[in-house]
């Protein structure tokens, strides 16, 4: 399916947008882009980037695989809320023009029950932010070692979706989160996630961490943005990274 981005740069007028029928990565391209608030955006990514080195799937047509350009007024170690504050858009934007609400796993998936629809990896790069986003929003099916890890939007509804329209509004909610922080701080923002994020507090989970696993019950989340959780172990962790999944 061919991508509109005349109709997404007459909606963001004044605004730098770049399209790739095809590229490496949006991420890669973006570094390069001085000007905040640009938008790299790729019809099919051939090594799209993940957390801690993964390839994200970027089938040609049927995604929205773009990074935006940030420079946010803000002490660079909340770069965490950053991430957390660029789920809260990604899910306002997929109820908004898709009519599904999806649930928040910290610190960077977006999921539809248990599989994961969207992704974001934040990058610091000097003093701006690179925010990549991957959203499967029309794919009718997904390879078989995805199968029971991810969907799309398309197969969760049965119905195809405006991939510019939902950039859009992707991009306008990202402004509002991005504003929200600089001019209130962290607190509505981790306030908003723990609210919309059934991972945040009282969850059982896993989080592979190197070394081995630990399983715990998450326990909210710290000022700048990190997971609390209460091990099985007796310890209170801060999870600084790692995968959380539910617990077998």
């Known amino acids: 399916m061919s991508f509109d981005i005349a109709r997404v740069r007459a909606a963001l007028p004044g605004r730098r947008v770049d399209y790739y029928e095809t590229l490496g990565s949006t991420m890669t391209a973006a570094a390069a882009i001085r000007t905040p608030g640009a938008i790299v955006i790729a019809n099919e990514q051939s090594a799209g980037q993940g957390r801690h080195g993964h390839t994200w799937h970027s089938e040609p047509g049927s995604g929205l695989y773009f990074t935006i350009v940030l420079a946010p007024q803000l002490p660079m170690d909340l770069l965490p809320v950053v991430t957390l504050a660029l789920g809260l858009a990604v899910q306002e934007a997929i109820s908004q023009v898709c009519n599904v609400q999806a649930d928040l ?117 710290t000022a700048d943005g990190y997971l609390l959780l209460d091990g099985d172990d007796g310890r209170r962790h801060t999870i600084l990274a790692g995968g959380v999944r539910p617990e077998n």
């Open 105 to 221: 796993r910290w610190p960077n998936d977006l999921l539809i029950g248990p599989r994961k629809c969207a992704g974001i990896l934040t990058q610091l790069d000097g003093d701006r932010v690179l925010a990549g986003i991957g959203i499967n929003v029309n794919h009718t099916s997904l390879p078989p070692e995805l199968g029971s890890i991810a969907t799309s939007l398309r197969l969760i509804t049965g119905r195809a979706h405006s991939r510019e329209e939902l950039l859009c509004a992707v991009a306008g909610g990202v402004d509002r989160m991005v504003n929200l922080l600089e001019t209130e701080g962290s607190y509505p923002v981790l306030a908003l996630f723990t609210e919309q994020s059934s991972y945040a507090r009282g969850r059982r989970v896993q989080v592979d961490l190197p070394g081995k696993p630990i399983t715990g019950t998450t326990a909210g989340l």
